[in-house]
């Protein structure tokens, strides 16, 4: 494969610097590298020895210039709403981080250990979607069962990190705790609707009419989408706590008939990039490769032999964002969907 032109949209986040670290340890042969931010603030950063210019996006003049092979979106849904069709129009096949094109027809919804048998041909869209975070720990984590078993319902509770908006959600988050601590009220909430220091907040993302909030109609939507399951029975809470990085979901799953524990453990354990813990339970706080997704706490309902408990914790940064992206441009490389129009 030769060496590709690639663009990084949103590259002074918190997901872009993941990613742009990622990439860097990669093996991926890159020719060009153009870094895009709303606004450069003539930033620079370092990628395998160079120095590179963070571009402001809206300085862009001929869409022409910005021709690329890939091209990264992590700087939220209006930003890909506008410039992700362009980029693709140009040739580039776009990997999007937001909830822009998830549910679209025409665009693959794709975690490359889950449904990597969705993108064996480019789309004609020129786009693939990476999930919610929330949804991408959950489907792997799930995926060894699904095939498995016959599947009744799945009920969570996610429990997710300040991270999960980006950097200027881990900045209120560490702001809002050194005023309390300092003994005052600190700044008002901006990324959150109330402040998250020392609290809890059942939700995630815009509630509608039927009290569902965005956060929990997206784990249903793209879970379904994933495992190609329309009518897959799955329903969750999605609250926001005071942790900086490091998403965690107590998952329980209702199979059509009973199942052995030591069944299920096995089929975790050898799972790839599943790490299961079987005599301790993961954190986020202490959480070991940011590559795996962590799982503890199995257990059989005593109360239903078809119901299990699993609890699931992932660096949403790296597993949920970052990483799969990458992966998702991995697969694609090696299905040499690079370059066709």
Partial sequence: MR???????????????????????????????????????????????????????????????????????????????????????????????????????????????????????????????????????????????????????????????????GLRGINELEDGAEAWLEGSAGPAAESFPVPLAFNVIPQIGEICREGVALEERKLVQESRKIFGMPHLQLTATCVRVPVRTGHSEAVYVEFDDHVRLEQVRELLANEPGVRLYANDYPTPRFLGDPADVHVGRVRVNPENPRGLWMWVVADNLQVGAALNALLIAQLAIANNLIGET
């Fill in 3 to 165: 060496a590709l032109d690639i663009s990084v949209v949103g590259a002074t986040g918190a997901v872009g610097t993941a990613l742009i670290q990622l990439l860097e340890k990669s093996e991926i042969a890159i020719d060009r590298l153009r870094l895009f931010a709303s606004s450069s603030g003539a930033r620079q950063l370092k990628f395998r020895d160079q120095t590179y210019l963070v571009e402001a996006l809206r300085d862009i003049g001929d869409i022409g210039d910005t021709k690329t092979d890939i091209a990264f979106f992590s700087a939220g849904g209006d930003v890909s709403a506008v410039w992700g069709a362009r980029f693709a129009s140009q040739g580039a096949l776009v990997i999007d981080n937001s909830n822009a094109f998830r549910m679209k027809p025409d665009v693959p919804l794709i975690v490359p250990q889950v449904n990597a048998c969705s993108l064996t041909v480019r789309p004609p869209s020129g786009m693939v979607a990476n999930p919610n975070c929330s949804t991408i720990q959950l489907v792997r984590a799930l995926r060894p069962l699904m095939a498995t078993f016959g599947v009744h319902q799945v009920l969570l509770t996610t429990y997710q990190a300040a991270s999960g908006v």
